[in-house]
């Protein structure tokens, strides 16, 4: 293994320009693939927010004891579905729409608005279905005179949630296979600048292993590189979009980020792998 380290570092300062090509092409390569996946992350991240807003508003009848309306608040706090159930009185009706809607203050008067219960849903039973199914239930409380949950709106919202996931899974697989090719082709590359090297092992009697350990090595390495260098233009783009852009930009887990060096690494070790392998054979 001594002997495999040697020999691939070897290599690297033999064709520093190829070798150079080999990482910022794995890099480039990467970059694009990242750029998509933070775009992707996003857009969930403003979809979740845009989601968060889902809530179901039950208006009380007018006259009903304060006792009633706090057993029901409770009762629909205790729905697996349900975050919470909040009372809110006439008199935080009325100071809501003058606060929200303050061009139309002088429209609301004292009594106008009807108490409610403002119920949000936990993450998971915000679609159309479940939110219906919630409001359902609502409804069937005596003293319940209106239950609206913008229901439109919630189907158009789920609708573009989805479309957005399918887009994104096929536009993320479209870009890794690109992104693999390209790859591919410039290990291939490296592996043929260096085919009189391995027909000259080949002859002294070396093994397949032993030919191929020195480019898997280099190949891992220059995966890692790559997937490191692809991380960091993809931070100074959204560190760059969120400067001139002015809004909160979302980046990487630590999980993810991990997994993304990872993953060059290992198309850098496959396609490494490949690519000798596939040169061994006609050797």
Do not use: C
């Not at 935080?92 to 009594?111: H, I, K, P, T």
């Amino acid at each position: 293994m001594r002997i495999a380290f040697r020999d691939a570092w070897r290599a690297v300062r033999k064709s520093p320009l190829l070798s150079t090509l080999s990482v910022t092409t794995i890099a480039f390569s990467l970059f694009a693939f990242a750029l998509f996946g933070l775009v992707a992350l996003n857009i969930k991240h403003a979809l979740e927010s845009v989601e968060e807003r889902v809530e179901i508003r039950a208006f009380v009848a007018e006259g009903t004891p304060a006792e009633d309306v706090t057993s029901a608040a409770q009762e629909i706090a205790g729905y697996r579905e349900v975050q919470s159930a909040k009372i809110v009185s006439q008199e935080q009706a009325l100071a809501r729409a003058r606060r929200e809607l303050g061009e139309f203050s002088d429209v609301f008067e004292e009594g106008v608005l009807p108490a409610s219960i403002d119920i949000k849903l936990k993450a998971g039973s915000r679609d159309p279905r479940t939110v219906s199914a919630v409001a359902s239930r609502v409804r069937t409380f005596a003293f319940i005179d209106d239950v609206r949950f913008g229901e439109e709106w919630i189907a158009q919202l789920h609708r573009l949630r989805n479309l957005a996931g399918v887009a994104g899974i096929a536009l993320g697989l479209a870009f890794a296979v690109v992104a693999v090719m390209i790859i591919g082709a410039t290990i291939r590359m490296t592996v043929l600048a260096r085919s009189k090297e391995i027909s000259i092992m080949r002859l002294v009697g070396a093994t397949d292993g032993f030919i191929r350990r020195p480019f898997l090595i280099e190949g891992f390495a220059k995966g890692v590189l790559g997937g490191l260098l692809a991380l960091v233009l993809t931070w100074v783009a959204a560190a760059t979009l969120e400067h001139y852009l002015h809004f909160r930009a979302f980046f990487f887990s630590d999980r993810v980020a991990a997994f993304g060096l990872a993953g060059g690494a290992l198309i850098g070790l496959l396609g490494s792998g490949y690519a000798v392998g596939r040169h061994l054979r006609r050797v």
